[in-house]
């Protein structure tokens, strides 16, 4: 039975708490929160994806609100970890380095430097560590990756991905929109595409990056080409500046020498393939979402049980390079070259 500990009882700890119990030899044994009164917080739904809300059952599940109180006392083999960003870097080290296997949510860190100590950590302790990169497991982006890599339509002319939303408003106190502790929307959200992008088509050679601002800096939106020396167009769009009442809304459109794959989380079918000639369809794709999947991955890993290589930790930290160009673009409004 491999014995699972949640850190961080907020949207995504109680996203992880769902996809955990339904992963046959695994048990939830320990929940660490730093808020006292999480047990009636969960009552409340919060977050941007279904998933995540109903009742919690506490039974059997030590509460602690410390992290270090839970690694030295629960005798964790696992260890969700859905903490605020700030926190991934130190918090990953710590549960590392006493033998616990993690599922660090994404982004990997605030920093590359911070993620390259995350992988020094893993590598040192002989752990599974695993960034929660959930869109590399969606099953619709799965499928895409796949019908890409198997060049049947040829290669890439464009590719145009988006993600937009309000800024997350459910954090107890409001972390998210500090730049300081979330990475704000580049970081935070618009992360998921960047690493997307570099999963389907490697790293690029380039990144420019137009950015909107709030009046005191903050930036909402953020749109970036991603230069790969050739003729193909690719460009991602994050943005945190829409009106509450717009919801969320993610979507790619992929354009091939012989085929369009589109994706729209609003529509449906959310998924098809148009090829040139013929009639467009939606293909099979893997059950549940990205988040069971990425978790079904874990174990695997943890388990020693074969798994595809979906995602590195090198790839995870060059993600966050990647935002960090692509944010220094911003600021300069010049093309920043990724070495
Ligand atoms: N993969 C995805 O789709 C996705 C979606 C949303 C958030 N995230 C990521 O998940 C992470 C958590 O985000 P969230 O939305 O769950 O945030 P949240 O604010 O809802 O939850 C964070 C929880 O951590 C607790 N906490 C804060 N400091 C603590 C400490 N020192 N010790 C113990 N508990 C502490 C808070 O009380 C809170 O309950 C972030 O890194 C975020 O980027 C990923």
New binding site residues.
Partial sequence: MLRVGI???????RMHFRQWKAVKGAQIVAI????PN?KE?TKRA????KGAEGEIDFGGIEVY???DEMLAKARLDALSL????Y??AECSEKALSHGVNVLC???MALTAAECNRMIRAARKSDKVLQI?H?VRFWPEYARAKEIVDSSQYGRVVAGMFQRLGSA?G???DN??VDEAR?GGVAL?LHI?DTDYVQYLLGMPKAVCSHGAKKPGGQLIHIVTEYEYGDDKVIVAEGGWGMSPTFGFEMSFNIILEKATLVYDCTRSPAFRVCPGDGQAFTPQVAAGDG?SQEIEHFVKTVRGEPVPQVLTLEQSRDSVRLVEAERKSVDTHKKVAIK
């Fill in positions: 850190a961080g009882f907020g949207f995504m700890g660490c929160d730093a808020n999480i917080d919060v977050g941007n994806i609100r410390d992290l859905t903490l605020p960003t926190l991934h949510e994404k982004p929660g959930c997350p459910w954090s107890v972390w998210f979330s935070d998921h988040y």
